[in-house]
């Protein structure tokens, strides 16, 4: 069983920096693509970035130039750089790991809070 843990979130001024990171615990990690996701309050859960076990990495649009993933396959765990801090970036950011060529291997952290306020 897959277990993954979030931390490093926080309260941020705009233009500031964080850093977030995500353990996991499980065997094989090596093989799964890793993401980390956002979501607001009533709304749907969106990708931020992920990265393929190969480390191809993949963002969405509006954190480009901003966001970096990255992993560490010898610590088993996954990272978000974040720079230039929006008040928009302001979400829950959860991290997510899977298998996409098998059903069944999708699993979820519980998250952690980004707060982006003067």
């Known amino acids: 069983q897959v277990q993954l843990v979030e931390s490093g979130g926080g309260l941020v001024q705009p233009g500031g920096s964080l850093r977030l990171s995500c353990a996991f615990s499980?065997?094989?990690?090596?093989?799964?693509?890793m993401g980390w996701y956002r979501q607001a309050p009533g709304n749907q859960r969106e990708l931020v970035a992920d990265?393929?076990?190969?480390?191809?990495?993949n963002y969405a649009d509006t954190v480009k130039g901003r966001f970096t993933i990255s992993r560490d396959n010898a610590k088993l765990a996954v990272y978000l750089q974040i720079n230039s801090l929006k008040t928009e970036d302001r979400d829950i950011y959860y991290c997510?790991?899977?298998?996409?060529?098998?059903?069944?291997?999708?699993?979820w952290g519980r998250g952690t809070q980004v707060t982006v306020s003067s």
């Open positions: 997510n790991a899977k298998i996409p060529w098998e059903d069944g291997y999708d699993y």
């Open positions: 499980g065997s094989a990690f090596n093989i799964y693509a």
């Open positions: 990265i393929t076990r190969s480390g191809t990495t």
